[in-house]
């Protein structure tokens, strides 16, 4: 079973330069988390200029893959606020900030 990011090259440090991007995470980062979302994910993303291409996670899997492209605009700014909580219960501190 092969993956379907092989086709797409990502080097961290020419970042600039490369117009699609992956983000592989552990899959409860995301669907276990006090303070993200898969929605808030996305729209993180697009906040900075990328948007979504495809995305591969399974329920109970271990981990969720993105692709995402860099667009010319990003969408319109979205102020993030540091730790919101955004779901109850017994969740995982994960978060993602974004300094500007």
Known sequence: MGCFFSQYVFIPFLTTL???SSTQLPLPCVSNS???????LK??????GFSEI???????GKMGYWLYQKTA??????????KVV???GNRN????????
């Open 86 to 88: 955004l779901r109850q």
């Open 43 to 48: 729209a993180l993303m697009e906040s900075i």
């Open 93 to 100: 501190n994960f978060a993602i900030i974004v300094n500007t």
């Open 73 to 82: 605009v990003p969408k319109a700014p979205h102020l993030f606020k540091k």
């Open 54 to 60: 495809r995305e591969r996670w399974r329920q109970n």
């Open 18 to 20: 490369i117009t699609d």
């Open 34 to 40: 006090r303070y993200l979302t898969f929605e808030h």
